[in-house]
């Protein structure tokens, strides 16, 4: 757990770090030649995508690998999704090895847990990119070409900001937030806390509870308004549990608390349209870290080394730029309920 550790101190410093304490590099610096990329079209390349699970953040990030590697001529061979399941994404690397890719693209669903998985893919030469964390014990540019993430301090104090927009810089406010050994909450959680203690004076943090099991959300939103029935804000360490919190105020008949929560979700942004307890929504650029990965890895297949730690913007979302918000985060428009809540 040192890497965690030495990843908690440097955040708390404002710097986004990975999960081995490695420094950020931007997305953007990931660049191919016109004659590189002609290159890996000559080469005949093939991918797979092996997913932990499907949600509107991994579809985002397939699209844009997906996306990226038929720009580039790469055939997409397979594209697998494991449920959230450690064993079945062991098998599902074993499955996909069978039509042998030049190049895997993945999230571990148990980084501690996932070196066996991904093993055979390394035995065999395959260039592995993951999003988001690596397997224990992998090192980079020996064994995966680079880890994709989001600025996560960014992610986290733009929340503060918009929790502050939303209540006008001053008020009470709760924070729940992700009780777990992960670094990509925990720093997240870490920014938003520390943006509103340094930059706010005028808003107080005056709850605070971890949440380790998400289904606890709703039970701990309950305990945090009924002792705290003056909150003007709360912060939620992410979309789903947000959505708790969410009918925990309406079942209490509260309609004076803001929520500010991360990750796009369409159930919070349709309520945050119709003016209801959702102020903001703050998402990180999905689409782009799918883009990033695969084109580290198409570069890898020329030799080219990529940085350890990529990490692509963030943004908040509000009622007034959902339609923009959506499209650049996840590279498609808004869901049709959210339009028509717009008329």
């Known amino acids: 757990m040192t890497g965690l550790i030495a990843g908690y101190a440097l955040a708390a410093d404002g710097v986004t770090t990975g999960p081995n304490g490695e420094t950020p590099t931007a997305a953007g610096t990931v660049t191919l030649t016109a004659e590189e990329e002609q290159k890996i079209k000559d ?12 949600s509107e953040y991994t579809n985002a990030v397939n699209a844009g690998a997906q996306d990226e590697f038929k720009r580039l001529g790469i055939e997409v061979v397979a594209q697998t999704d494991a449920g959230f399941d450690a064993a079945r994404q062991k098998a599902d690397v074993e499955t996909v090895l069978a039509k042998k890719p030049s190049i895997i693209v993945s999230l571990p669903v148990d980084p501690a847990s996932a070196a066996p998985v991904y093993d055979p893919a390394r035995a065999a030469g395959v260039k592995l990119a993951f999003v988001d964390n690596s397997p224990a014990g992998y090192a980079h540019g020996k064994d995966y070409v680079t880890i994709v993430s989001d600025d996560l301090f960014q992610m986290g104090s733009k929340a503060a900001v918009a929790m502050a927009d939303a ?32 930059d ?16 606890r959300s709703e039970e701990i939103a309950q305990a945090m308004v009924t002792q705290h029935p003056d ?29 500010v929560t991360l990750d796009l979700n369409e159930p919070a942004a349709l309520d945050m349209v119709k003016g209801g307890s959702v102020a903001a929504l703050v998402a990180d650029e999905a689409y782009d ?55």
Do not use: C
């Open 167 to 198: 209540l006008g810089k001053k008020g009470k406010v709760g924070y729940i937030f992700h009780d777990a050994d992960f670094y990509v909450t925990n720093q997240r959680d870490q920014a938003f806390k520390k943006t509103i203690e340094q």
């Open 43 to 54: 080469g005949k390349f093939t991918a797979a995508l092996v997913w932990h699970e499907m």
């Open 231 to 259: 909150l003007d804000g709360i912060y939620v360490t992410w979309a789903e549990p947000a959505l708790s919190v969410l009918a925990a105020l309406r079942s209490a008949g509260n309609t004076h608390t803001k929520i």
């Open 200 to 215: 706010y004076p005028d808003m107080k943090i005056v709850a605070e509870q971890g949440m380790a099991d998400p289904a």
């Open 289 to 343: 870290i799918g883009v990033t990965a695969a084109r580290s890895a198409a570069g890898a297949m020329l030799g080219k080394e990529a940085a350890p730690f990529l990490v692509v913007d963030s943004l908040a979302v509000t009622k007034d730029t959902v339609k923009e918000g959506w499209k650049t985060s996840l590279n498609k428009d808004v869901p049709q309920s959210i339009t028509d809540a717009l008329k």
